[in-house]
Nanobody, 113 residues
Framework: VQLQASGGGLVQAGGSLRLSCVAS????????MGWYRQAPGKQREFVARITSGGNTMYADSVKDRSTISRDNGKNTVYLQMNSLKPEDTAVYYC????????WGEGTLVTVSS
């Protein structure tokens, strides 16, 4: 599975972004899709995930500010992020877990104070 993430950019603190992750195959059968991020000098960390049934889970750091969703018809997973903070600055990666795990190349989110 190839994943293409997009939607990153430069935004001021308090702003919003919607990240998109398009898969090269139908995501209907992909049990788990998620978003992770890696800030400069830090390890990659979990952000949010969504199951094929629509169940979601979020990291405490983004909970209540973010919404993960999936559009099976468009083979796309979204991450809506609101009230962005400078500490949200990172490269955001999407992944798909279907027995194997695939990662996209990432999209950079920069939040200025």
């Amino acid at each position: 599975v190839q994943l293409q993430a997009s939607g990153g950019g430069l935004v001021q603190a308090g702003g919003s972004l919607r990240l998109s992750c398009v898969a090269s195959i139908s995501i209907r059968s992909i049990g788990l899709m998620g978003w992770y991020r890696q800030a400069p000098g830090k390890q990659r960390e979990f952000v949010a995930r969504i199951t094929s049934g629509g169940n979601t889970m979020y990291a405490d750091s983004v909970k209540d500010r973010s919404t993960i969703s999936r559009d099976n018809g468009k083979n796309t997973v979204y991450l809506q992020m609101n009230s962005l903070k400078p500490e949200d600055t990172a490269v955001y990666y999407c992944n798909a877990n279907y027995g194997s795990v695939s990662w996209g190349e990432g999209t950079l989110v920069t939040v200025s104070s």
